[in-house]
C-alpha cells in the first residue's frame, strides 16, 4: 500500500510544473553550519484526500522564523480541512490541486 501511495504522489510531483527546491539563496544568512539555503516548498492535495508538500530534494532539516513557522502550519492546516470539508475521491479531475508555491 506505501508502494502505492508513493508511485501516486510522484506520478502527481511530475505532473505538475514546479518551483519547488533549492533556490541557492540565503535570505536571512546561515543559520547553522551545515544550513542549505532557502527551500520552496509546495503544497497541495490529491484526488485521493492526500495533504502532500513537496521539496523537490532530500532535506534533512528545516528552519523558519516563529512567524513563518505560525504561516506554514495554518496554510497546511487549512488545506487539511478543506480537503476534510470536501467528499474525498469526489474529484472529477486526475491532477493535484496546487495550494501553494
Known amino acids: 500500500m506505501k508502494k502505492d501511495l508513493d508511485e501516486r504522489i510522484e506520478e502527481k510531483i511530475q505532473e505538475m510544473s514546479t518551483e519547488a527546491g533549492p533556490t541557492g539563496e540565503f ?18 492535495s490529491d484526488c485521493e484526500g492526500n495533504v502532500i508538500l513537496n521539496f523537490n530534494t ?10 513563518e513557522a505560525i504561516e ?28 501553494m508555491g
Open 27 to 44: 535570505p536571512k544568512g546561515k543559520i547553522a553550519e551545515n544550513d542549505e539555503g532557502e527551500l520552496a516548498v509546495e503544497l497541495f
Open 58 to 67: 532530500d532535506v534533512k532539516w528545516i528552519g523558519m522564523s516563529a512567524e
Open 72 to 99: 506554514f502550519g495554518e496554510r497546511i492546516a487549512q488545506l487539511g480541512k478543506e480537503i476534510r470539508d470536501r467528499e474525498v475521491g469526489g474529484c472529477s479531475c486526475k491532477k493535484s490541486h496546487p495550494e
